[in-house]
């Protein structure tokens, strides 16, 4: 994402993430986040809530797009063939833009308060795609169990693919699903 | 667990759950909870740093009888059957109070604090139990799935156990762990 996107919520994004790398997210003020993304503190305001979640506001397509594909899966698929389209929606999303994905990964990882904001949405994605799945007649538990080993395949993969070698996310989360279809079996 | 348990603790994790179901989490003071336990509020931060750890005081118990029940499975057993003794180990500790564990749920559930708290205990438990399959040499990504898919099955199973007609704990984990293994399969 470069500096000079129109959109202010893009360009807050970008300036956070520069000074919370440069400084330590503690250290930094939303006047600072607004004055180099060149908007006042008050439209910071109108896009995020707090300085935490100026890190998150991506959290809410990422919902969208894998609950969009879980919707969308053909009729016939088995729930976790269902999971594994949500999870391909998602790297589609955020994989495309790795350095991106790696400084956001070093801020939250570093700070208690964001780890804890983190489960909380991967918590409510999680419970989003075990809806979404009841919604095609998938029974509980199923459902939810089909959802939280969907965000566990999401997140042990992200964090291989943002701490590990150059990949494409898509082929490692894959990877990561079909290494927990070993385990189920084994 | 009975009032008049003679461990400080105890009393104090008893009367804080009266409280908290009687008048709600926030309208709980420390004073209140340490009074009805027949200490000071001085005794009560002996144990507890603060009016949440008294609901989590229980969670390092809990991980050190599950990472034990890792290290101690069997050497040929396969990593996702190490997890289902790490459950089996967990439901032995906690199956036997469904009566507290509900009203446990309910404080809990009702606040989101509470349910952050709650959720970075489950992380830093699937974290020990990665580490302990690790130490029996599960490889990565292997190690982080079959812990995070035990943690899955451990807090689906949970909440249905919790809220669901009476059964043992043990043989829901059980039921959701099968589950878990149908649809790898699927």
Redesign the interface.
């Known amino acids: 994402m470069g500096r000079w996107e129109p959109d202010a919520a893009g360009r807050l994004r970008t300036a956070a993430l520069e000074l919370h790398v440069e400084r330590g997210f503690e250290q930094t003020t939303v006047a600072e986040i607004a004055e180099r993304a060149g908007v006042t503190a008050r439209t910071f305001f109108r896009y995020f809530s707090d300085k935490r979640e100026v890190l998150f506001g991506g959290s809410e397509h990422l919902q969208a797009a894998m609950v969009a594909a879980v919707e969308s899966a053909p009729a016939a698929s088995?729930?976790?063939?269902v999971v594994a389209a949500a999870l391909t929606a998602a790297a589609e999303m955020i994989g495309g833009n790795r350095a991106y994905a790696e400084q956001r990964w070093s801020v939250i990882s570093a700070n208690?308060d964001l780890?804890?904001r983190e489960?909380?949405k991967m918590?409510s994605l999680a419970a989003a795609l075990a809806d979404a799945l009841r919604g095609r007649g998938v029974p509980?538990?199923?459902a939810?169990?089909?959802a939280?080993?969907g965000?566990?395949?999401f997140?042990?993969?992200f964090?291989?693919w943002v701490s590990g070698p150059t990949a494409e996310l898509a082929d490692v989360l894959a990877a990561?699903l079909a290494?927990?279809?070993?385990?189920?079996?084994?």
């Open positions: 088995a729930p976790l063939d208690a780890r804890e489960l909380m918590e509980d538990p199923r939810g169990l089909a939280e080993a965000i566990a395949v997140r042990v993969g964090e291989r990561a290494d927990l279809r070993v385990l189920a079996a084994g």
